[in-house]
């Protein structure tokens, strides 16, 4: 293979064509430093608002931390695999908004389709297929009683701006 790419290489510049380097995506975003040499950038899913770190969602008359939950499924989805962020123009509370991709699956339709995450239609406008699929997902979760659906629940974006559910007060 190594061999072929050489060879193409040769070929286009005894053509007068240089080999062209891949175009770097650039874009702007707030990063904090993992240690010296390791930078990290936080990305918000595009449609998809999961449940948030300290949320608690109630099944069976007792609280749970459905939000770390979420966020355990998301970090269980990601560990030891390669993601694929395809950013988007827009930015959420600071953060690029991003479409993440782990073997082929949607990460955001992976969270929704385990109950740990809400579609956000208004977010898909321009995106009418994924929205789709989000919405299936999320009917598909309602019908299994998945994650969070299995009980009550409050909206994360609700739950941001301070609503709680009685069992968290």
């Not at 999961?50 to 608690?56: D, M, N, P, T, Y």
């Not at 740990?116 to 297929?129: F, H, T, W």
Request: glycine share 8%.
């Amino acid at each position: 293979m190594k061999r072929n790419i050489l060879l193409l290489g040769l070929a286009m510049a005894s053509c007068g064509a240089a080999p062209q380097p891949p175009e770097r995506a650039t874009f702007e975003a707030e990063a904090r430093a993992l240690d010296g040499d390791t930078v990290a950038v936080d990305f918000r899913l595009l449609g998809v608002d999961a449940f948030e770190r300290r949320q608690l969602c109630e099944r069976a008359n007792a609280c749970w931390q459905c939000g770390k939950t979420a966020q355990d499924f998301a970090a269980r989805a990601l560990r030891d695999k390669t993601a694929i962020i395809q950013l988007t123009p827009s930015t959420s509370y600071g953060r690029p908004v991003a479409v993440v991709t782990v073997d082929g699956e949607d990460l955001g339709e992976m969270m929704i389709r385990a109950g740990l995450a809400v579609p956000e239609g208004k977010y898909l406008r321009g995106d009418p297929e994924r929205a789709s699929r989000y919405e299936a997902a999320f009917t598909q979760a309602e019908a299994k009683r998945a994650g969070a659906l299995a009980g009550r629940w409050i909206a994360p974006s609700k739950w941001r701006h301070g609503e709680r559910l009685a069992c968290e007060r």
